[in-house]
Structures are given as C-alpha cells and as structure tokens.
Nanobody, 119 residues
Framework: QVQLVESGGGLVQPGGSLRLSCAAS????????MSWYRQAPGKERELVAA????????NYADSVKDRFTISRDNAVNTVYLQMNSLKSDDTAVYYC????????????WGQGTQVTVSS
C-alpha cells in the first residue's frame, strides 16, 4: 500500500522555524519527483517547492525563496521542507506530492499537515 505521511506541522510564532517531513512507502521513491504544496482557506493550492528524483534540480515559489529549503534522502524514502523566517502568510495545510519522473505511473498525495504562524 502506498503511503505519504507528513509530520512536523504545528503552531509557531512569526520569525520561527519548522521542519516538515514526508515519509514514503509502497512505491519506488527514487523514481519520483517530490513536491510540497500548500493551501490556505479560500485560496488555490500552490506549489511551494519541488525536487527531482535524484535531487539534481530544485525549484521554489518566489514567495518562499531564501527562506525554505527542500531536500530528500532516498536511503530513507523521505523528503523534507525546512521553513525559516515564517510569517502569517505561510499559514496553510502543507501537502506532500509524488510524481513519477516518466509520467507512466500513478501520482500520490499525502494527507496534509497544518502549519499555523501566529503570535
């Protein structure tokens, strides 16, 4: 069974940091591009960061560049999102997403983890 399990969300003060993790199982993790998306109430789901299957290319939304860092460890089937200098606009549900690099397999979504930035 395929699973993407996010963890690390919670309540943090403005200017603080959180590290999200997404643990994957049930598919060949090293053959999938991994991404983090987020969705705030009443807004469209947006791409936050993405990393290719071997980590050779990384992309960030302009709103999080220089503050967030995406990384992956294929040895433990996990993708991370380090979030620094958090602000209220970062409040959202964060989702882990897996996409096959050759588009021949299925894609998968995690259940999401809530991040709330508030004083």
């Amino acid at each position: 069974q395929v699973q993407l399990v996010e963890s690390g969300g919670g309540l943090v003060q403005p200017g603080g940091s959180l590290r999200l993790s997404c643990a994957a199982s049930g598919f060949t993790f090293s053959r999938y591009f991994m991404s983090w998306y987020r969705q705030a109430p009443g807004k469209e789901r947006e791409l936050v960061a993405a990393i290719t299957n071997r980590g050779m290319a990384i992309n960030y939304a302009d709103s999080v560049k220089d503050r967030f860092t995406i990384s992956r460890d294929n040895a433990v089937n996990t993708v991370y999102l380090q979030m620094n200098s958090l602000k209220s606009d970062d409040t959202a549900v964060y989702y882990c997403y897996a996409q096959p690099y050759d588009a021949k397999g299925d894609d998968y979504w995690g259940q999401g983890t809530q991040v709330t930035v508030s004083s």
